[in-house]
């Protein structure tokens, strides 16, 4: 999670951006960026994908909450992978295809 605060001098877009140890943008996120919309194909109840996040603008502290990875790929479809309990002994692994929220 990543705190962030806003004076309140602040005004319009918020931007927030998350460097690595080269100074190499590793992820980007605004206040203007688009909510995706939610996938109908989607595999596994909706409830178990995070909503998604946008940056608050408005005076104040707010949180961010960063999976650590970096911005997905519109070229690979993402996975859901989750494991259910079987029996005391065993364990099956599920996987669900399906956007990555």
Do not use: C
């Amino acid at each position: 999670m990543i705190d962030y605060s806003l004076g309140e001098n602040s005004a319009g877009p918020v931007t927030l951006e998350i460097k690595d140890s080269k100074g190499e943008v590793v992820r980007r996120y605004a206040s203007t960026d688009p909510v995706p919309p939610e996938d109908p194909k989607l595999k596994i109840p909706r409830y178990w994908v995070r909503p998604p996040r946008v940056l608050s603008e408005q005076t104040g502290t707010a949180p961010l909450f960063w999976d650590m990875h970096g911005k997905p790929l519109p070229e690979i479809e993402p996975e859901y992978p989750m494991t259910r309990g079987v029996s005391r002994d065993r364990a099956a692994t599920n996987r669900a295809m399906g956007p990555a929220r």
